[in-house]
């Protein structure tokens, strides 16, 4: 028999089999649903040693510290983004949250680029700052420009690629090695093109976040947020989601572990449907612009190019001026596509 190790699986491959182990559930193909809070040791000595494994990934001790379930999703999210480790709670924000609380202190200064997701931007001016944070915003299409910015007390460099709205692709691998000269950790929101489509920690970013309720679910029926790290900063981000009192609840970890075996062939679709809506836009009179990375005529196509194997279904148009009562006409009217606070699934 060789030795010679066999090469890793294709990502879609990976989405359908990582985190089950029928093994240890009678044979059965999918993890259960674990209800629980409280974990019942045996003997005093058993008790003593879960308790002295409090930070130790995968130690399973009192329901909020994780399940079977939760730890399975944790490490397949983890593995098919090229992590050590993974952290699942309650929802996206909750996800970006953790992973800034986790490293920002008082006194501290964060770079954050300036077309962020809203209530990103809202928690670090409402909430880092009130602990004595300060926050700097920077302009998307920096790459290694963000080096002027960097002071003494820098400690995190906050992407997000493409950006909310407005869909500026950054040049990630330009910052992350200015931030690796000077010593910051990087995070990014990666929900957009989900651990299929972007792998951030292998080109130096060291935290990746999702909004796991959008494409990872699927089917805009839970709540998810899952965090990525590699293993410098692994322990400090699980500690800080552990002190947050941070946790997802287990029908919405089953849920985004199940959405994560249809990810592969959901993507695809997606990706096709909203290209072919996009060309057919650009078309269209009423449309000024329309802002979508895999098109060759956007200006970050190259980049998305170089650095992403796919793209979501998300994407933003310019419209020209006209009047918010024919916008209004044009939604009001829409028989395939909903009105909502989300991406949906």
């Keep these: 028999m060789s030795n010679t190790r066999q090469p890793p699986?294709?990502?879609?491959?990976?989405?359908?089999?990582?985190?089950?182990h029928p093994e240890d559930y009678h044979g059965f193909v999918n993890p259960p649903i674990y209800h629980a809070s409280t974990v019942?040791?045996?003997?005093?000595?058993?008790?003593?040693?879960?308790?002295?494994?409090?930070?130790?990934?995968?130690?399973?001790?009192?329901?909020?510290?994780?399940?079977?379930?939760?730890?399975?999703?944790?490490?397949?999210?983890?593995?098919?983004?090229?992590?050590?480790?993974?952290?699942?709670?309650?929802?996206?924000?909750?996800?970006?949250?953790?992973?800034?609380?986790?490293?920002g202190a008082a006194g501290d200064h964060i770079l954050v680029c300036d077309n962020v997701y809203h209530p990103t931007r809202l928690y670090c001016d409402e909430v880092l700052t009130r602990y004595g944070v300060s926050v700097s915003y920077y302009e998307p299409l920096l790459g290694a420009g963000i080096e002027a910015l960097i002071r003494d007390n820098t400690r995190v460099i906050y992407m997000e690629s493409p950006g909310s709205q407005t869909f500026e692709v950054q040049d990630v691998p330009a910052i992350t090695r200015v931030a690796q000269q000077h010593g910051i950790t990087t995070m990014i929101d990666n929900t957009w093109a989900t651990p299929l489509y972007f792998k951030p920690l292998a080109l130096g970013v060291d935290i990746s976040i999702h909004a796991a309720t959008k494409y990872i679910v699927g089917h805009s029926d839970a709540m998810l947020g899952i965090v990525v790290a590699n293993e410098a900063h692994f322990d400090k981000l699980?500690?800080?989601?552990?002190?947050?009192?941070?946790?997802?609840?287990?029908?919405?970890?089953?849920?985004?572990?199940?959405?994560?075996?249809?990810?592969?062939?959901?993507?695809?679709?997606?990706?096709?449907?909203?290209?072919?809506?996009?060309?057919?836009?650009?078309?269209?009179?009423?449309?000024?612009?329309?802002?979508?990375?895999?098109?060759?005529?956007?200006?970050?196509?190259?980049?998305?190019?170089?650095?992403?194997?796919?793209?979501?279904?998300?994407?933003?148009?310019?419209?020209?001026?006209?009047?918010?009562?024919?916008?209004?006409?044009?939604?009001?009217?829409?028989?395939?596509?909903?009105?909502?606070f989300s991406w949906g699934g």
């Design 40 to 103: 019942l040791f045996p003997t005093v000595a058993e008790l003593e040693a879960a308790r002295n494994k409090r930070y130790e990934y995968g130690s399973i001790r009192y329901g909020r510290f994780g399940t079977p379930l939760s730890l399975g999703l944790e490490r397949a999210v983890a593995e098919l983004e090229g992590g050590h480790g993974a952290v699942s709670v309650s929802s996206g924000l909750a996800a970006i949250t953790t992973a800034l609380g986790a490293f």
């Design 9 to 20: 699986h294709r990502a879609a491959t990976q989405a359908i089999h990582l985190g089950r």
């Design 238 to 340: 699980s500690r800080g989601a552990i002190h947050h009192g941070h946790c997802a609840g287990p029908d919405s970890v089953y849920l985004g572990l199940r959405g994560l075996r249809t990810l592969p062939a959901r993507m695809k679709i997606h990706q096709e449907n909203a290209v072919q809506l996009a060309e057919w836009l650009a078309k269209r009179p009423e449309v000024e612009r329309v802002l979508h990375p895999a098109l060759p005529s956007d200006p970050g196509h190259e980049l998305w190019k170089r650095d992403f194997s796919g793209a979501s279904g998300l994407f933003g148009i310019v419209l020209s001026d006209v009047p918010k009562t024919a916008i209004s006409a044009m939604l009001d009217d829409l028989q395939l596509f909903g009105m909502g």
